[in-house]
């Protein structure tokens, strides 16, 4: 991570059966732009885990599979993002429905992970296709995650010897 107030490199991973969640990861690049950032943008098949250790900030978007799973394509982002080092930026976002039990239950599982492993910034759960309204939703989720990156740079400056 370098330690000055440059551009973050974000990379935005995502996965989507139906079409929901990659509505609301073009929703999250827009309020991402607004932040003034420059996102790379992956579905998860497209993003080579490899590249992991080049970026400042990654976020996550996931739908729910099965009794509140993570699909399976997101299986090996997991477990690459659970062996960083804990100065990656994180947020995680989904699309879920609140007819299953476990109502976005990978972003929970992510959330739980990436609080855990990285400095996880927000998360945000959206109910099957976003609307206009979640749109200021995706600016407060993106914001956060700007606050939390230029924190932990500031916090990583003052701790420097
Ligand atoms: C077989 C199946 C299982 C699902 N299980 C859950 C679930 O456990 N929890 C949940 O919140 N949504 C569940 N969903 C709903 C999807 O996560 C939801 O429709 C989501 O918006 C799909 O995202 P996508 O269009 O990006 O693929 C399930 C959908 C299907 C078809």
Redesign the pocket.
């Known amino acids: 991570m370098a330690l000055t107030n440059s551009k973050p490199k974000i990379a935005i991973v995502?996965?989507?059966?139906?079409?929901?969640?990659?509505?609301?990861t073009e929703m999250i690049v827009d309020a991402s732009v607004s932040q003034g950032l420059q996102p790379e943008i992956f579905p998860v098949k497209e993003f080579d885990l490899k590249e992991l250790l080049r970026y400042d900030i990654v976020v996550v978007?996931?739908?729910?599979?099965?009794?509140?799973?993570i699909?399976r394509q997101l299986h090996s982002l997991f477990e690459a993002i659970e062996q960083q080092s804990g100065d990656l930026v994180t947020g995680v976002f989904?699309?879920?429905?609140?007819?299953?039990?476990?109502?976005?239950?990978?972003v929970d599982l992510f959330r739980d992970m990436l609080h855990a492993k990285t400095q996880l910034a927000a998360t945000l759960?959206?109910?099957?296709?976003p609307s206009a309204e979640d749109r200021l939703r995706c600016d407060a989720f993106m914001n956060s995650v700007w606050r939390k990156y230029s924190q932990h740079v500031e916090n990583l400056v003052a701790a420097k010897p």
């Open positions: 995502y996965a989507s059966a139906t079409g929901h969640t990659e509505r609301l978007g996931t739908y729910t599979w099965m009794n509140g799973e699909p989904g699309t879920g429905d609140r007819c299953f039990a476990t109502y976005c239950g990978a759960k959206v109910e099957q296709m």
